[in-house]
């Protein structure tokens, strides 16, 4: 619970209350506030069911009414994640007339061939055990402080690595035929991290960072090219060093594009959460093409 605030906290209305519960039979419930609008309450459905990690298996349910406007407007709602779910992008929906939808996180809602019957929930024998209250200023400031620590602890180890790599490489293969290879893997290597690793590039120092290696590494590639007579191995330097500081260049941009459209950050680990962090991914993903 505490993940999901700290994840969309700056999409959260301040002031917002969570109460944590108990039952006798060993669930867990929790009682979102009354403001808390359909889309938010869609995404907490499925990241209580797949959070980030975390490895559990669990059912989820959650019940709201419908508040926007659309075919489940003030309709009492049965929201789920189906057992055989393999898109992890939507949420299912039973109405209280026990229509059966399936609400995606770009808003589009159609109808499913799931015949779940609408019902309330049982067993409301419970003992409080928290609330939680939305403090936007705090949250934003803990999260953004706390992670960033984290990152460039992990942006540091990661770029030692990659220098060692480069090194190593170079003592170890500098009169080899595999030489060019390693050369070429280490460069692959970095846009690979660069792509899933996405958090680091959220933090401008740490982005600035990311360019500066990338650019030694563009650099060294330039040497290489120039100093090595074999054109074919040259040239495979040549692209995998490019696509670090071509990723970065094209990442840069498009992120802030796909904020200024979304109103927040991309996400490209799974489950995504829209079609247009899909989009966004496979952009990048297909940069060195």
């Given at each position: ?233 040259a040239d495979l330097v040549s692209i995998g060093t490019t696509m670090p500081i071509f990723f970065l260049l094209l990442q ?38």
């Amino acid at each position: 619970m505490r993940q999901w605030i700290d994840l969309y906290s700056k999409d959260l209305e301040d002031g917002l209350t969570f109460q944590l519960f108990n039952n006798d039979s060993g669930y867990t419930i929790i009682q979102a506030d009354y403001r808390l609008d359909n889309e938010s309450f869609y995404f907490l459905i499925n990241y209580l069911k797949y959070p980030e990690s975390i490895e559990y298996t669990i059912d989820v349910e959650g019940f709201t009414i419908g508040k926007d406007d659309n075919q489940l407007k003030d309709k009492a709602l049965l929201v789920y994640i189906s057992p055989s779910d393999e898109e992890y992008d939507h949420v299912l929906v039973t109405t209280s007339e026990n229509e059966n939808f399936k609400v995606d996180f770009g808003g589009k809602i159609t109808e499913t061939s799931e015949a779940k019957i609408y019902r309330l929930p049982n067993n409301l024998t419970y003992e409080a055990i928290e609330t939680i209250v939305i403090d936007k200023r705090m949250n934003i400031e803990k999260v953004s402080e706390e992670r960033t620590d984290i990152l460039a602890k992990r942006f540091i180890i990661i770029a030692a690595i990659i220098i060692s790599a480069y090194v190593l490489a170079f003592l170890i293969y500098n009169q080899s035929d595999n030489f060019m290879k390693a050369n070429y893997t280490i460069a692959f290597a970095v846009w690979g991290w660069l792509v899933f690793d996405y958090k680091i590039l959220q933090v401008d120092r740490l982005y600035l960072g990311s360019v500066a290696l990338a650019l030694m590494i563009f650099i060294y590639g330039y040497v290489l090219d120039h100093e090595f007579s074999d054109g074919n191995k040259a040239d495979l330097v040549s692209i995998g060093t490019t696509m670090p500081i071509f990723f970065l260049l094209l990442q840069r941009p498009l992120r802030f594009a796909f904020k200024g459209i979304m109103g927040r950050e991309p996400v490209v680990e799974k489950p995504v959460p829209s079609f247009a962090d899909f989009v966004y991914f496979f952009i990048l993903w297909m940069s060195p093409c």
